[in-house]
T-cell receptor, first 115, second 107 residues
């Protein structure tokens, strides 16, 4: 199994640009999570999908952030427009299970730098 | 706010010693999970303990769960330098993480 695949691994962009982060969950997993990690704020849950439906998006910081899961094998997190304070490592994770989550499998993350 | 809160924030021990870290949570759960994160990498799932279990072992890891106190502990026995990492807990009904425990094992 290839595990959770995130792309790109690194992204450097200028303030105001649109950024799209991508995630391919483990095949057969029906839950998908997006997290953001910074030194200041730690690991924050941004949004959680179950069976491709957003269940909890209370962690999405503001309207500049949006996430989609058009099918069971692909999700995107988009930031438009990006700001320097969005600089962080963004992780995607997937798991089996519905409302009661089983073990999460994390990708290696996308390190975003907004200048 | 997150369910799982880890303590201590940092722990430094010598190789061969045991390391214990704790997790507290707020509401009822079906399971609690422990994860490890090496610097710059994604979290790795270590062990899951269900609400009807009191103790679980996996290699050098021992996890306990006290649902009456809403707390869990992770014990790493005979620690190694390679155990140096941050450790996090999360509950199945929330999946938010606290600040973690930063463990340093000195060779």
């Amino acid at each position: 199994d290839a595990g959770v695949i995130q792309s790109p691994r690194h992204e450097v962009t200028e303030m105001g640009q649109e950024v799209t982060l991508r995630c391919k969950p483990i095949s057969g997993h029906n839950s998908l999570f997006w997290y953001r990690q910074t030194m200041m704020r730690g690991l924050e849950l941004l949004i959680y999908f179950n069976n491709n439906v957003p269940i909890d998006d209370s962690g999405m910081p503001e309207d500049r952030f949006s996430a989609k899961m058009p099918n069971a094998s692909f999700s995107t997190l988009k930031i438009q427009p990006s700001e320097p304070r969005d600089s962080a490592v963004y992780f995607c994770a997937s798991s089996l299970g519905g409302v009661r989550v089983q073990a999460l499998h994390f990708g290696n993350g996308t390190r975003l730098t907004v200048t | 706010s997150q369910q799982g809160e880890e303590d201590p924030q940092a722990l430094s021990i010598q190789e061969g010693e045991n390391a214990t870290m704790n997790c507290s949570y707020k509401t009822s759960i079906n399971n609690l999970q422990w994860y490890r994160q090496n610097s710059g990498r994604g979290l790795v799932h270590l062990i899951l303990i269900r609400s009807n279990e009191r103790e679980k072992h996996s290699g050098r890891l021992r996890v306990t769960l006290d649902t009456s106190k809403k707390s869990s502990s992770l014990l790493i026995t005979a620690s190694r330098a390679a155990d140096t990492a941050s450790y996090f807990c999360a509950t199945d009904n929330d999946m938010r993480f606290g600040a973690g425990t930063r463990l340093t094992v000195k060779p």
